[in-house]
Structure formats: structure tokens, C-alpha cells
């Protein structure tokens, strides 16, 4: 399972780094991906970070920035220059010959 951090609450055009923890497995051969559910709207992919690359959402790209530790088996998403429409839950998954979700964390931007 993957373990993220509770709800935060940040201002508009602040940063924030989300960070999620794999126990029981290595993620090392896992493609890692955050993803965002925002109110009224679908859950949607926001990074992800395979072997060798990177990518993101165009709603993000720019401001948003994933990486992935496989010694410690983390996957943080940095995130910055926050705005209101940023808000929702955020889950960090991993995808590989399993998929594994973690609980969500919900991220409030402020105006």
C-alpha cells in the first residue's frame, strides 16, 4: 500500500510537497503517478514519473514537479505557484504488474 500525509491547507501562490510512501513493496520497477479529484470533476492525472521520464498535466506543467526516491521508496510531487483550482484529493498510485493506491490526501488553496 501506498501512505500519504493528511489534509494541508495552503494560500493562493504557495508551494507545497506531497509525499507518499510505499510498504510492503519496491517501487523501484513501478511507474509512480499522482493524480487529483477536484470538486465536481473527474479524477484526472496530474504527474507521472516512469523510468527514465517525466510528464504532466498542462494544468500543471510549469508549477508542478514529481519525483521518485527508490531507495526510500517515496514519490513527492512538489507543488507551487498554488491556485484555488488546484484543490482537491490527491492520490499518489503505483502501476506495474499491480496497481496500488494510497488514501488520499486533501489539498486546500485558499484565495
Known amino acids: 500500500q501506498l501512505v500519504q500525509p493528511g489534509g494541508v491547507l495552503v494560500q493562493s501562490g504557495g508551494s507545497l510537497r506531497l509525499s507518499c510512501v510505499s510498504s510492503?513493496?519496491?517501487?523501484?520497477?513501478?511507474?509512480m503517478m499522482w493524480f487529483r479529484q477536484s470538486p465536481g470533476k473527474e479524477r484526472e492525472l496530474v504527474a507521472r514519473?516512469?523510468?527514465?521520464?517525466?510528464d504532466y498535466a498542462d494544468s500543471v506543467k510549469g508549477r508542478f514537479s514529481i519525483s521518485r526516491d527508490n531507495v526510500k521508496n517515496t514519490a513527492d510531487l512538489q507543488m507551487n505557484e498554488l491556485k484555488p483550482e488546484d484543490t482537491g484529493v490527491y492520490y499518489c498510485?503505483?502501476?506495474?504488474?499491480?496497481?496500488?493506491w494510497g488514501q488520499g490526501t486533501q489539498v486546500t488553496v485558499s484565495s
Open positions: 514519473a516512469s523510468f527514465e521520464s517525466t
Open positions: 510492503g513493496f519496491a517501487i523501484s520497477p513501478y511507474t
Open positions: 498510485a503505483a502501476r506495474w504488474l499491480k496497481e496500488y
